[in-house]
């Protein structure tokens, strides 16, 4: 790792624009800042529609959507033009709001699949298999999961632990998740707090990309943003979750209606 | 037989200057010492190949696969390398048609063309008059082969532009309470290879017989292959078919699910690639009560590659109580690629428990494609994850030790090189 890259953010999003692929195209995220850096846990909280998922997504190159202006860079390294596939493997993570059933494939081969692109070898077996068990017994998954077709027929619950298994599996350095704790009763939630909080250390950076503040009562974020209307217009610490807690989001919305000047850049570094 | 040749002499089929013209017939069973009762049925095969025409699109079975410009006549036949490995009971057998005519000639006699007769068409015909790679298993009653019968039939190493052809005739006669699994490993190299195979599979009442066809031909194979089974009271078949190679493989795979109660499954993966053609024609024909089957063929198409499906369930007056499912979904690799899918029931009986069918062709997922990509696999990887696990639903239900994890690697080796564009 070059000197440059050490000292880079994981994550740097710049300017970033992003339009749905259309037609009709139609801009969804419309200029954001964010920096990520290693061993911070961000929350990117908004009302529905404000664009959290699409941004989430753009970062992790989905070709549902175009790049309209700014750029994305993981490690200092300007991947905006990089499929999906070769930002993975320079180590981002997306654990997706709507995880996709996957007929077939089960969680094990998925697994060793990933593994083998990540690393550019094929784990070894036992490895493999000690790796798997361990990660299965921290979310409290039955063995049995592994062997099951990806997401398929999975409850809604089961799917957002099976993206916290492979969380915990690849091991990024930067892990975004989208919603991961939508849909979730009390005790699935703590399950999948405890597997990111596992996984907080000060070589990962984490963005956790929230409607509601629930997950953040059990991981305690560095920094919180607001994203309203494809913008970021808020950010501070712990406590601006607390107030959206309290007061909901009108107060903030009342506050950008009447003509408050929007936080352009929340780098959080500061 | 000399005596009963003379009237014939001038007839077209006795005078024709192809390999499967009477004479020619009759010299090649006569050259392999055969009986002569099966010297007449070749020479039937020739009679029936002079007087049918080659099927044309206007029959439906035929409407994707036109085979108006092949002419099975220049094709001389040359015998393949067969083995067949077996552990069998005692009574049982697995091997050439040759080796048991001195043995069990009766029980060919009686079974071989039972099902199919040689009138039905004329690659039918000319597999009649000319199969060279015979193939018999025999299993008495409460025969119960536990280990699978391995044939591997490998085409002829010919030389360049010479046309050969390879006639493969199987047949299965599984008598009361019998049961084995029948392996056919289908093999030929680059040479041009044209296969018109028939097989019959008789089961008795309870018998189960488990089939599969396990299609590694080269990529200038034309195969054209008609199967048909007959099931008795409670009887199982269990056909399985896995197209790799060949330029066109066609096969037509019917049931008559006569005995009550009586189970027939047809499963097929085609895996496609360049100009490579899949023509599946199904039939499940219920006669019996409470009769079941079930078909689903899936095929993945990469480059200009072709599948085809046409099948019907017919569940006739006789069928009360019957229950039959029948479904093909196609995956469109690149551009390119097609397929046609054609599903038909034909129900002539108010009292059906359950008839399903389906029928599916499109591209990959995207939003899958996505999901696996941003976990790290490039597309080509991705796709072959995707592809291999839209085959192991029907892969894990072909009752065969290792077939998925063979079949994933044959799909994750063709994938490496096929045409995605």
Redesign the interface.
Known sequence: MSERAAESPILDVRGLKVSIAGPPELQIVRGVDLAVRAGEVHALMGPNGSGKSTLASAI?????YLVDEGQVLLHGEDVTAL???ER??RGL??S?QY???????TMV??LR??LK??RGTEPSAREFLAELRETLATLKMDESFARR??NDGFSGGEKKRAEIL?LGM?KPTLAILDETDSGLDVDALRTVAEGVNALRSPEIGILIITHYERILNYVTPDFVHVLVDGRIVRSGDVSLAKRIEAEGYDPILRAIGEGATPVAAATGGE | MAGREAPEASSAAAVAAHPYGERQAVDAARGDAEPGWLVDRRVEGARAFAATAMPTPALRPWRYTDVSSLAIEDHVPHPPALTVRAELPEGAYAGTIADALASRGEVVRSHLGSLVASTEGRFVAANAARWNAGVLVHLPRGSAVERPIVVELSGPEVAEGASAALLPRILVVAEERSEATVVLRLRSGDAPLLVPSVAEVVCGDHAVVRLLLDGGWGARTREFTTLRARLARGATVDVATVAIGGRIVKQTLESLIEGEGAHSDFRGVALGDHDQHFDFVTLQDHLGPRTTSNVEIKAALAGASRSIYYGVTRVEETAAGAAAEQENRNLLLSRRAKADSDPVLEILTSEVIRCGHGAAVGPV????L??????????R??LK??V??????VARRIPLEGLPEELAATVHAKLEAADLS
């Open positions: 992790a190159g989905s070709p549902a499929a999906a596939d993975a493997r993570f997306l997706f995880p996709t059933a996957i007929p077939g494939v081969n998925l699949a990933s692109a990540r077709y990806v492979q690849l | 997922d995207r939003d899958a996505f999901y696996l990509q941003s976990r790290g696999l490039d597309e990887t991705a994850l995707l291999a696990g839209f085959f192991e639903p």
